[in-house]
């Protein structure tokens, strides 16, 4: 069974940092692609960014890009997600999740229980 | 860049098939990926590249793609099989993984 464990979530004003992590205990993910995926309270999944394998390809959805950065440490087995510059609409649970098959056309196979990242005056 | 549309809501009987479908132009030629998710639990894959099942996924869970639409279909509903239903494909063109806005599947 694979689990991850996910921490570094919080309550933040508007303009401050989070850094997210998300560690993989009992599996060795430096095969693996791994992603960011959250949801604002009520609403749908949004896919945030994803990380290849060895770390040299990544992607961001528009709303992040040039806020957030996505990493890894193959040696922690530990994905990163970096959020600077937060917004209120930043607010909501971020899932992490691995994809076994490290193609960008792949499904998202198995997920970590969520963090809570709260943004507010 | 692919807007993945899925009805807001299904309502089905104990024992009967639920059709839950994910809408864009051209997704028959795009992997298209089932994520479940039941309140208060991260989403779980339930079917990827269409029609494959993860291990642990019953039978009763299948999926096709055609035309412009991808079709996820649940068999002899249970109670169980309660939750928000949500497609899923990688958009070439942008380079982004897309989500539709997903469907609550009620068993009544």
């Known amino acids: 069974q694979v689990q991850l464990v996910g921490s570094g979530g919080g309550m933040v004003q508007p303009g401050k940092s989070l850094r997210l992590s998300c560690a993989a205990p009992?599996?060795?993910?430096?095969?693996?692609?791994l992603s960011w995926v959250r949801q604002a309270p009520g609403k749908g999944l949004e896919w945030v960014t994803s990380i290849s394998s060895g770390g040299a390809e990544r992607s961001y959805a528009a709303s992040v890009k040039g806020r957030f950065t996505i990493s890894r440490d193959n040696t922690r087995n530990t994905l990163y997600l970096q959020m600077n510059s937060l917004r209120v609409e930043d607010t909501g649970l971020y899932f992490c999740a691995i994809c076994v098959r490290d193609r960008e056309d792949a499904s998202l196979d198995y997920w970590g229980p969520g963090i809570l990242v709260s943004v507010s005056s | 860049s692919y807007v993945l549309t899925q009805p807001p809501s299904v309502s089905v009987a104990p024992g009967k098939t639920a059709t839950i479908t994910c809408g864009a132009d051209n997704i028959e030629h795009e992997r298209v990926h089932w994520y479940q998710q039941k309140p208060g639990q991260a989403p779980q894959l339930v079917l990827y590249?269409?029609?494959d099942r993860p291990s642990g996924v019953p039978e009763r869970f299948s999926g096709s793609n055609s035309g412009h639409t991808a079709t996820l279909t649940i068999s002899r509903v249970e109670a169980g099989d309660e939750a928000d239903y949500y497609c899923?494909?990688?958009?070439?063109?942008?380079?982004?993984?897309?989500f539709g806005g997903g469907t609550k599947l009620t068993v009544l």
């Open positions: 899923q494909l990688w958009d070439r063109g942008s380079d982004h993984r897309v």
């Open positions: 590249n269409e029609s």
């Open positions: 009992r599996v060795a993910v430096r095969d693996y692609g």
